[in-house]
């Protein structure tokens, strides 16, 4: 089994900067990808962005040049740079990871994004 424990949520202002985490523990074997997803209210979840095995790094559209994710592999755990944020950023940000065929997900942390 796969644990995954984010951390970094909170209320900025508009123009602020956050930094999520997320530590991954457990049975992990092989890691293909790890990334972050958000879902604001009313709407589906959505990519946010996601390091995939190699190196490759894929951002949503609308979090292009304001967020920056990375990977420390020794220790199995992803962060997520969030600059500029703006209210439309506002939502629950969840930790993804993709393991020999399985998802798992962390329970979220909140983002918001208000003066």
């Known amino acids: 089994q796969v644990q995954l424990v984010e951390s970094g949520g909170d209320l900025v202002q508009p123009g602020g900067s956050l930094r999520l985490s997320c530590a991954a523990s457990?049975?992990?074997?092989?890691?293909?990808?790890m990334g972050w997803y958000r879902q604001a209210p009313g709407k589906q979840r959505e990519l946010v962005a996601v390091?995939?095995?190699?190196?490759?790094?894929n951002y949503a559209d609308s979090v292009k040049g304001r967020f920056t994710i990375s990977r420390d592999n020794a220790k199995n755990t992803v962060f997520l740079q969030m600059n500029s944020l703006k209210p439309e950023d506002t939502a629950v940000y969840y930790c993804?990871?993709?393991?020999?065929?399985?998802?798992?997900w962390g329970q979220g942390t909140q983002v918001t994004v208000s003066s």
């Open positions: 993804n990871l993709a393991s020999r065929g399985r998802q798992y």
């Open positions: 457990g049975s992990i074997s092989r890691i293909n990808y």
């Open positions: 390091i995939i095995n190699g190196g490759t790094i």
